[in-house]
């Protein structure tokens, strides 16, 4: 009797159907330790203990005494208070100064995605004569220094009454970031399927519902990337705000740690407090968006 036709592991005739084998697993092979990897290992763990020291170096210095690190020097250990933060906040006014990045930053890369993600559907999506010119534009515009063109927008601000407000910094910041996010952007709608649009197209979409109902919220990754990008940028900026402003209550947080500096005496451990309160909204975002930040770089890693 066969018993080619019964599945396998079934009893007929008390017989059972034989199984088949199973796969071998195939072992993995590890790749052999070599000189050039130890030597990689050892350059890398090196490079990220030199990156991460003054940052562990100014946190720990933050919280110890002035007067006991004059007395012991700082290559020491003790002396922990929390005095430093608590002078920092005060001496530097950081209430006022967060309150006028928070002014600056927001409006600035909610504008900078904005009008960066128009211009990258236009130049992803459309073909036109002038499509490559007006992405080398913007990308060139990234080129030139900054303190080049401080002249030019100081005259111009002055005479559009725009002097020492939060417009001038705001306008600044757009124009300079608007090229590097546009070129981003438009790299990754480009690899976008193009039956996307032509489907929504067929269906009586428009350009504006392809852009914001189609396109847009698959661009969430890079938006995410350049919005974590932009923030860190814009707020940790102290040219622009300076440069358009006189008056010291419209100055961001970064300016803050310029008034915990004295003309003959600075206390580097208030300074390292102050620098540590700067730095938290940066890391609280980034950590917020470390999942779509780390998404978007790693966007077309994986297509041959």
């Known amino acids: 009797m066969s018993l080619d036709n019964y599945p396998p592991g079934a009893i007929v005739s008390g017989h059972e159907v034989p199984r088949p084998p199973l796969p071998r697993r195939r072992r993995r092979r590890r790749k052999p330790i070599t000189a050039w990897r130890i030597g990689l290992y050892v350059f ?3 490079m990220a203990l030199g990156w991460l020291f003054p940052v562990a170096w100014a946190v720990y210095n933050s919280f110890r005494d002035y007067a006991f690190t004059a007395a012991n020097g700082y290559v020491s250990f003790g002396g922990f208070t929390l005095q430093n933060y608590a002078d920092a906040w005060e001496q530097g006014s950081f209430a006022r100064s967060f309150l006028n990045s928070v002014i ?3 409006p600035s890369v909610i504008l900078v995605l904005f ?6 559907f236009v130049l992803a999506r459309f073909s036109f004569k002038f499509n490559l010119a007006m992405l080398i534009f913007f990308t060139a515009a990234n080129l030139l220094p900054q303190q080049a063109l401080l002249i030019p927008l100081f005259r111009a601000y002055v005479r559009l009454d725009l002097y020492n407000t939060y417009y001038a910094v705001i306008l600044t910041h757009v124009a300079f970031q608007i090229g590097f996010c546009t070129f981003v952007l438009s790299n990754y709608m480009k690899a976008l ?4 649009t032509e489907a929504a197209f ?4 428009g350009v504006w519902r392809q852009y914001w109902q189609v396109i847009l919220p698959l661009c969430r990754p890079p938006l995410a990337a350049l919005a974590t990008l932009e923030v860190t940028f814009i707020y940790n900026d102290f040219f622009w705000a300076v440069a358009f402003g006189s008056r010291g209550d419209n100055f961001p947080v970064t300016s803050a740690l310029s008034k915990l500096q ?4 600075t206390d580097y451990n208030l300074l390292s407090a102050g620098s ?6 940066t890391l609280v975002i980034f950590f917020a968006l470390q999942r779509q930040f780390v998404a978007g770089l790693t966007l077309g890693a994986n297509k041959g």
Not at 115 to 120: E, G, H, V, W
Not at 202 to 205: E, Y
């Open 104 to 106: 600056i930053t927001v």
């Open 193 to 196: 399927p193009t039956e996307l």
């Open 262 to 265: 004295g003309q003959f005496f």
């Open 202 to 205: 067929v269906d009586g979409a």
């Open 44 to 46: 890398v763990t090196v």
């Open 276 to 281: 540590v309160i700067v730095a938290i909204p």
């Open 115 to 120: 009008l960066s993600s128009m211009a990258a």
